[in-house]
Each structure stands twice: as structure tokens, then as C-alpha cells.
């Protein structure tokens, strides 16, 4: 397949007064074209910051890209000035942010915030804009959108926006659609109604998809793909039907047993003990390792070599690696 987006050995920093936070720590990935990638993981895992590094959007200072690269369509962004960032952003590449009660100006209409994407890029009429406006209106589910382009965001319920900044974000009909926790703010049926509009609109425009989400429950059913990211590392990737019937990793594990079901009891969860590490000064081996029930010594003092269970699957973790067992067998390394 024809990959339109590939990530290569990202790394993003932020300096703040207490010293250099390190929330991007050599990411690698790819999105093949009309593909569904959800990335997982709790919060401050560095999901939301990998998106924004893949549009530019990270605040220099105090974040800086420090290494690694980009490639969308062949073409290394990393590489790209902000006005050639500007002329992509929206029009090849467009993003939907985590809070759509935020997202949209309470000062413009709706119309003049859908219309305006087409008028900086797309060069057209009022007319021809207004038109393409109710047509994607009209594609996220939103009912008279002709009278609805005159409101105010303060007139729509929290589905109904977040219908409207997906509108916006595919209004000039990118080829990449970034998704940024899109459902956090919405009721359980909303946002199966959300996750069904992604699926549509996929299906008719055969746009490329970055779902991020804490959620391991909201990609099950849209999802192709799926990176688990931990600490600032993708430490498990594969198809949704190997992460989830074949996970390989403790904090993948961890991650599906927290998941409520309804053959579970609420008290019968089971949570992940403990907490993230501080990537103020992240740990020499498997950022996990304090928190996995299955840890070795060589966990805390070596990070895990990518093992490739499958052409599609791959973990970092020194339980699937034979290497360990020879590394553990010339060293002091316990069980």
C-alpha cells in the first residue's frame, strides 16, 4: 500500500525552568493512504504533542523539534518554512483539537468560520464557498444548514460543534485528517455517532486518518491499526485484531484490562499500579519497568530492541526478545 505519512525517529523538547522535558522520544510510525491509525495511551504520553510536531504547530520556544523526520508524500515537513507549513495546513493536512466547545471564534457564525478555509486556499467566490458549506454540513449530519450557517457556535449543542470543527477540518478536502481526542468531551452516544461519521466520511472521501485518544474502547471498531504510546515511546504497534485478541506488551495488557466491559464488574477491573515516569529525566530501560509486574534488572538498565512478532506487529519488550535471555546469560542480570 501507498504510504502518505511516515515518521521517523521523532523527537520533541520542551525547556521550562525546572530543565528540558523530553515528551517526543524517537517515535517511528506510518499512515498508509485511506487508513485509520488510532495512537493510545494515557494522558501526557506524548500523543497530542506528536500531532501537533506533524503540523508544525509546536510552540518554539519553548518546544523544539530536536531530531528526526516527517515525511508526507515523500516530502520531509521538518524540512518545510512556515509559509510553506501554511499553504499545507488545512488544505492537505487538517486537524481537529481536543475541546470543540473551544475550537470555534463564539464571535463569528458558523458559515464565516466554514467559509473561510476555502477563500484563504481555495481562492473562490462567496457563492461557490457558501455552497461547499452546506454541502459539508449537510455530510457531518447537521439539519437545515442553510438557516444554521447564520448562527452562533453558542446555538449548538456540544455534538452538533464538534460535527461543525470536523466540518471545517475537511472542507478542503485534505488527504491526511489528524483527530485529537474527538469524543472526550461528549456522552457515550454522541460519540458512537461521531466515531460512525469518521467511518462515512472515510468511506466518500478516502481521507488518510490519526485517531489520538486515551480510549482503547473508541478505536475497536473504526480503527485499522493501532500504536500504543508510553512515556514518550511507541512501545507497541500492530492491526486492531493483534493489539486486541493478541497484545504483546504488559502496558497494552494493562491498558485492555482497564477497559469496562459488561461481562466485568466494576470492582473486578484491574488498574494499572503506579504512575508515569518523569520525563524531566526519563529512565535508562523500559520506562515501564517500574510499574510491570513482569519487570527483569534488564528492564531497568537496557531499552528493549524492537521485536517484529509479524510484518504488521511489533513490541518493545525484553519478554519477547530471545536477545534477553543471551544478554541476561553474559551478565549479572536477574530475574
Given at each position: 500500500m501507498e504510504k502518505i505519512l511516515e515518521v521517523k525517529d521523532l523527537h520533541v523538547t520542551f525547556t521550562t525552568y525546572g530543565g528540558s522535558v523530553q515528551a517526543v522520544r524517537g517515535v517511528n510510525f506510518y499512515l498508509n493512504k485511506g487508513e485509520t491509525l488510532a495512537i493510545v495511551g494515557e494522558s501526557g504520553c506524548g500523543k497530542s504533542v506528536t500531532s501537533n510536531a506533524i503540523m508544525r504547530l509546536i510552540p518554539n520556544p519553548p518546544g523544539k523539534i530536536t531530531k528526526g523526520n516527517i515525511y508526507f508524500k515523500g516530502k520531509d515537513l521538518i524540512q518545510f518554512r512556515e509559509k510553506q507549513m501554511r499553504s499545507i495546513r488545512g488544505v492537505d493536512i487538517s486537524m481537529i483539537f481536543q475541546d470543540p466547545m473551544t475550537a470555534l471564534n463564539p464571535t463569528l457564525t458558523i458559515g464565516t468560520q466554514l467559509m473561510e478555509g476555502l477563500k484563504e486556499h481555495k481562492g473562490i467566490s462567496g457563492k461557490e464557498?457558501?455552497?461547499?458549506?452546506?454541502?459539508?454540513?449537510?455530510?457531518?449530519?447537521?439539519?437545515?444548514?442553510?438557516?444554521?450557517?447564520?448562527?452562533?457556535?453558542?446555538?449548538f449543542s456540544g455534538g452538533?460543534?464538534?460535527?461543525?470543527?470536523?466540518?471545517?477540518?475537511l472542507i478542503c478536502e485534505p488527504d491526511l485528517l489528524i483527530a485529537d481526542e474527538p469524543t472526550t468531551a461528549l456522552d457515550v452516544t454522541i460519540q458512537a455517532q461521531i466515531l460512525e461519521l469518521f467511518e462515512k466520511i472515510q468511506e466518500k472521501m478516502g481521507?488518510?486518518?490519526?485517531?489520538?485518544?486515551?480510549?482503547?474502547?473508541?478505536?475497536?471498531?473504526?480503527?485499522?491499526?493501532?500504536?500504543?504510546?508510553?512515556?514518550?515511546?511507541?512501545?507497541?504497534?500492530?492491526?486492531?485484531?493483534?493489539?486486541?485478541?493478541?497484545?504483546q506488551h504488559p502496558y497494552t495488557k494493562g491498558l485492555l484490562n482497564s477497559v469496562p466491559r459488561l461481562d466485568i464488574k466494576e470492582d473486578q477491573l484491574t488498574p494499572i499500579?503506579?504512575?508515569?515516569?518523569?520525563?524531566?529525566?526519563?529512565?535508562?530501560?523500559?520506562?515501564?519497568?517500574?510499574?510491570?509486574?513482569?519487570?527483569?534488572?534488564?528492564?531497568?538498565?537496557?531499552?528493549?530492541?524492537?521485536?517484529?512478532?509479524?510484518?504488521?506487529?511489533?513490541?518493545?519488550?525484553?519478554?519477547?526478545?530471545e536477545r534477553a535471555q543471551q544478554l541476561l546469560a553474559e551478565s549479572s542480570f536477574q530475574y
Open positions: 464557498a457558501k455552497a461547499k458549506a452546506i454541502e459539508m454540513m449537510e455530510l457531518v449530519g447537521i439539519p437545515s444548514p442553510e438557516e444554521r450557517l447564520k448562527q452562533y457556535p453558542h446555538q452538533m460543534r464538534q460535527r461543525i470543527v470536523i466540518a471545517i477540518a481521507v488518510s486518518i490519526i485517531l489520538i485518544t486515551h480510549d482503547l474502547g473508541v478505536v475497536a471498531k473504526i480503527a485499522d491499526r493501532i500504536a500504543v504510546m508510553y512515556a514518550g515511546k511507541i512501545i507497541e504497534s500492530g492491526t486492531k485484531r493483534e493489539i486486541f485478541y493478541q497484545p499500579d503506579g504512575t508515569p515516569p518523569d520525563l524531566f529525566s526519563p529512565p535508562q530501560g523500559c520506562p515501564f519497568a517500574a510499574r510491570c509486574p513482569f519487570a527483569m534488572e534488564v528492564c531497568d538498565k537496557v531499552y528493549p530492541v524492537q521485536t517484529e512478532l509479524t510484518p504488521s506487529h511489533n513490541v518493545d519488550c525484553w519478554l519477547q526478545d
